[in-house]
């Protein structure tokens, strides 16, 4: 389910290297964001959810709107098509997206300047690509409106410090930044408005590479690994998995572990890794090895400084816990008011699929508790809480109630 939920952004990113090839006259200009006059520093509020960063802001004078704050995206977009008609849009041009579908569908409007609004800062020259249908259903998948994703623009002139301890995001000039103490300092490189780092991967047979990794906000994983398949073949312990929905279909792979993963001066240990077949990698303009997501970037609190190309991290209250998988073999996603929940797939051979559980199939209640008094994370939660749990679920399935004692397993 979680793997489903960030391969849903992913799709999101690959359509983004369409939208580069197709707007590059876009980046003629700088798009950025500043702090206002006589302000140094600005605390914005975030929502941490389904390993997604969401916050708050106004468009034209038109909002508040939710966005997923995401380093792998390098131009604005709005998945929600009917903001076009709300904020107030001198003039818009329409453009095709290749693979994306047909007819109208295929189709996206870029914007001229729109002006973002967010407490204590000032946007500069800013446009946005705007979907004329959703193709994405991130408010579904996130359990809350989502309106789109915004990415290099916030991160291109401040330095831009993530807490996850306490849901904030704190931004100042980079001349007035003040690293953490006994932070690690990583040097990275700002290519086709996205971040990458070189980090140290141990695979669980030993093996190790200095791997080239994009910096990923918007990927809930922990890391994927594109080339692990044709390099070194696939570790001893592994599951398949659908990795979600690209846009020529599903994105088929693995699910496994490696042994380690060199931050800096921090190592992290047996870690949740996923592993594209070869023929689902997307084929970009920079070669890299895969990407860090925020399954295991959330361990530490993070500052991005990318006019100086440079990164700094330092532990927080997640750090120590484990990297845990679904337990169920279940996806699932909210209904358009957010308080039923149905499942979008059984994986084969799980626990789900043992009790006959199926797609379209309707979760009622989950241990007596109606789910539309539950958020999509506490239902993630409970499926990767503890191997051999019995998790009772009210199905709605045919047109009538049953109920089905569901037994997690670890499978990997």
Known sequence: MLFSLFSKIKRVTVFLIFMACLCIPLYSSAQYFDLKPHNKRQVIPFKLIRNMIVIQL??????????????????????????????????KKTIKIPGLGEGDDAEAYITSTINLQIPGLISHDIVAAILKKDHFNLSNYIGMP?????????????????????????????????????SSKLRISIEEHKPYLQSLVIYTNGKSKDSKLIIDLGAGHPISLENMIKNNGLPTKYIPANLGV??????????SRVDQVQLGKYTIKNILASFPESDNIPVGIIPRDGN???????????????????????????????????????????????????????????SADAVGLEKGDEIVTINLKPVSKM??????????????????????????YDNVILSLKRRI
């Open 58 to 91: 106004n468009i034209n004078d038109k909002g508040p709107f939710n966005f997923i704050l995401d380093t792998g995206v390098g131009l604005m977009i709005i998945t929600e098509p009917n903001l076009v008609d709300s904020i107030n849009l001198t003039s």
């Open 375 to 400: 958020s999509l994370e506490e239902i993630d939660s409970l499926f990767k809480s503890k191997d051999g749990r019995n998790i009772l679920l009210e199905i709605f399935h045919d047109s009538k």
């Open 146 to 182: 989502i309106d789109g994703l915004l990415g290099y623009e916030f991160f291109s002139n401040l330095a831009v410090n993530v807490n996850f301890n306490d849901s904030t995001i704190t931004v100042c000039r980079p001349a007035d930044l003040r690293p953490f103490r006994n």
């Open 292 to 350: 860090l997501g925020l399954g295991l970037l959330k361990k530490f609190n993070v500052i991005f400084d990318y006019p100086d190309s440079v990164m700094y991290i330092k532990p927080n209250d997640y750090f120590n816990e484990p990297f845990e998988h679904d337990m169920s073999g279940l996806e699932y996603y909210a209904s358009n008011d957010y308080k039923h929940i149905i499942i979008s797939r059984v994986e084969p051979g799980s």
């Open 246 to 255: 690209g846009l020529n279909g599903a994105i088929n792979g693995y699910l």
